[in-house]
Nanobody, 121 residues
Framework: QVQLVESGGGLAQTGGSLRLSCAAS????????MGWFRQAPGKEREFVAT????????DYADSVKGRFTISRDNTKNTVYLQMNSLKPEDTAVYYC??????????????WGQGTQVTVSS
């Protein structure tokens, strides 16, 4: 079993930056791709970014391309999401997940509890 804990959320202004972290415990992330998803109030959970175990491949939602960067440090069992040029529409609860390299949430069996990101205009 993999336990995931997100951190780094908070309040940012439009155009600002935040860096989310997701630390894994209980079992190594060896072989797992890692993904970030988000859910805004009244909306469905949506894909944000994903990265393979080796970090050789990454994929991003069109809405965040060029602004967000996903990375990972396998020695620390941690994945990151650097968010720049934040917009009010980025406001959501952000979740990290471990599983297959996919944009679909059902391909990720392990999830964190989420961290709130709020971007003020």
């Amino acid at each position: 079993q993999v336990q995931l804990v997100e951190s780094g959320g908070g309040l940012a202004q439009t155009g600002g930056s935040l860096r989310l972290s997701c630390a894994a415990s209980g079992r190594t992330l060896s072989g797992y791709a890692m993904g970030w998803f988000r859910q805004a109030p009244g909306k469905e959970r949506e894909f944000v970014a994903t990265i393979t175990w080796s970090a050789g491949d990454r994929d991003y939602a069109d809405s965040v391309k060029g602004r967000f960067t996903i990375s990972r440090d396998n020695t620390k069992n941690t994945v990151y999401l650097q968010m720049n040029s934040l917009k009010p529409e980025d406001t959501a609860v952000y979740y990290c997940a471990a599983g297959g390299f996919s944009t679909k949430s059902y391909n990720y069996p392990f999830w964190g509890q989420g961290t709130q990101v709020t971007v003020s205009s």
